[in-house]
């Protein structure tokens, strides 16, 4: 157990819904990050959140969104989904001060299906 | 964006034998290159990192290799054994300020007995 808890763990919906995933990093952990693993796509990273502001973006569509509330959690909101959104979206977080680079603990995912 | 590329995308080998993977960055302030083992079903499990100032890295059975200069890092399993079957994914940090990780598209490693 990693100590990152997602939910839900399974989404079924359908084009052109809205979804929202959320994350509980580890207790301390202040940098919250997300990642989209598709089929033959590796992880790709969408953005992080360290301490309810956004430190880094990545490949995310402007479709989606997140953010970081004051007690650490996260939300990452996917919109007018289309069938290609279908994924496994993973949540990581890492401690320390974000003054370097460290291990990234994942949750147990979220399996997005859109129909 | 900065990229992490990783060779093979496919491994097969015997027990016993060597497995080595390799990866390459873009990115000159990435200063961090860990290594990720994802069983199937299950999430990212980090089985080692190595840091820009050292060289190579040893555990048990795996190491890890740097060359800076030419932005290369080798994950390298010895004794390979049939629980080693996963998708190894190399990462390397992003220069900006949020330390997040690049993913290589990972290896399919398979250890047959």
């Known amino acids: 157990d990693s100590g990152v808890t997602q939910t839900p763990k399974h989404l079924i919906t359908a084009t052109g819904q809205r979804v929202t995933l959320r994350c509980s990093p580890r207790?301390?952990?202040?940098?919250v990050y997300w990642y989209q693993q598709s089929l033959d796509q590796g992880l790709q990273f969408l953005i992080q959140y360290y301490n309810g502001e956004e430190r880094a973006k990545g490949n995310i569509l402007e479709r989606f969104s997140a953010q970081q509330f004051p007690d650490l959690h996260s939300e990452l909101n996917l919109s007018s989904l289309e069938l290609g959104d279908s994924a496994l979206y993973f949540c990581?977080?890492?401690?320390?001060?974000?003054?370097?680079?460290?291990?990234?603990?994942f949750g147990e995912g979220s399996r997005l299906t859109v129909l | 964006g900065e990229n992490v590329e990783q060779h093979p995308s496919t491994l097969s080998v015997q027990e016993g034998d060597s497995a080595v993977i390799k990866c390459t960055y873009s990115d000159s302030a990435s200063n961090y290159f860990p290594w990720y083992k994802q069983e199937l079903g299950k999430r990212p499990q980090l089985i080692i990192d190595?840091?820009?100032?050292?060289g190579e890295k040893k555990d048990q059975r795996i190491a890890v290799t740097l060359n800076k200069t030419a932005k290369h890092f080798s994950l390298h399993i010895t004794e390979t054994q049939p629980e080693d079957s996963a998708v190894y994914f190399c990462a390397a940090s992003m220069g900006n300020s949020g330390y997040a990780l690049n993913f290589g598209k990972g290896t399919s490693l398979l250890v047959t007995p």
């Open positions: 990581a977080s890492s401690g320390g001060g974000g003054t370097s680079a460290g291990e990234l603990f």
């Open positions: 190595i840091r820009s100032n050292v």
């Open positions: 207790s301390g952990d202040l940098s």
